[in-house]
């Protein structure tokens, strides 16, 4: 079974600086998608980002950028020039063809003046 | 220009009750999802539907029913309800099944059960 691992539970982050948020995930497939949500205090899930296993060109949003390294199964996103708005839950999910996003437990991002 | 709307955003009733949450798309994609967050924020699937037939059913009790009338609409009802039920329902839609297509979530609904 498919697994999302998130060791950091809470991150904090001065305004206009960079910060990284680590994800792992476990998997026998070599086809599959990874995702980063957002989830502010208003409680909606953000898309942030997405990823295609089977490309090798790390992927970007503006602000916001991955690191994957297939090999190693990990997936951890990059912002950078850190804003008040992103303080929030982020979330590393993991899609196979299942269509199931199977989540992490969240890392807590606070973003501080 | 709401794209996934759940009806209502907050849930509140007693043990034992019997409860519906609504959930529309215009985004026109034929696959919605049900997802449960619970207190620890972990979010889980319990169903999907493709085309208002069901193509995943995870371990859910079968207090639980989804219902798709049409492949814009997934509603989710739930028969006596317990406490452990309280929790955050997201829906969620994608545009094809089986084709790991992005999913866009609704506000969510907060079920708090007394």
């Not at chain 1, 079974?1 to 991150?11: F, G, I, N, R, W």
């Not at chain 1, 001065?14 to 680590?22: G, P």
């Not at chain 1, 599959?32 to 089977?54: C, D, G, H, N, T």
């Not at chain 1, 090999?71 to 269509?99: E, H, P, R, V, W």
């Amino acid at each position: 079974a498919q697994t999302v691992t998130q060791s950091q539970p809470e991150m904090s982050v001065q305004e206009a600086e960079t910060v990284t948020l680590s994800c792992t995930y476990d998997t026998s497939e070599s086809n599959y998608y990874l995702f980063w949500y957002k989830q502010p205090p208003s409680r909606q899930m953000i898309l942030v980002i997405r990823q295609e296993a089977y490309k090798q060109q790390n992927a970007t949003e503006n602000r916001f950028s991955v690191n994957f390294q297939k090999a190693a199964k990990s997936f951890s996103l990059k912002i950078s020039d850190s804003q008040l708005g992103d303080t929030a839950m982020y979330f590393c999910a993991f899609m196979n063809s299942t269509d199931k996003l199977i989540f992490g437990t969240g890392t807590r991002l606070q973003v501080f003046p | 220009d709401t794209a996934v709307s759940q009806t209502p955003k907050y849930l509140v009733t007693q043990m034992g009750n019997d409860k519906s949450i609504k959930c529309e798309q215009n985004l026109g994609h034929d696959t919605m999802y049900w997802y449960k967050q619970d207190s620890k924020k972990f979010l889980k699937i319990m169903f999907s539907y493709n085309n208002k037939e069901l193509i995943i059913n995870e371990t859910v009790p079968n207090r639980f029913s989804p219902k798709s009338p049409d492949k814009a609409h997934l509603n989710l009802h739930i028969n006596s309800l317990e406490l452990g039920d309280s929790a955050v329902y997201f829906c969620a839609s994608s545009r094809l099944a089986g084709h790991t297509d992005t999913q866009y979530f609704g506000p969510g609904t907060r079920l708090t059960v007394l």
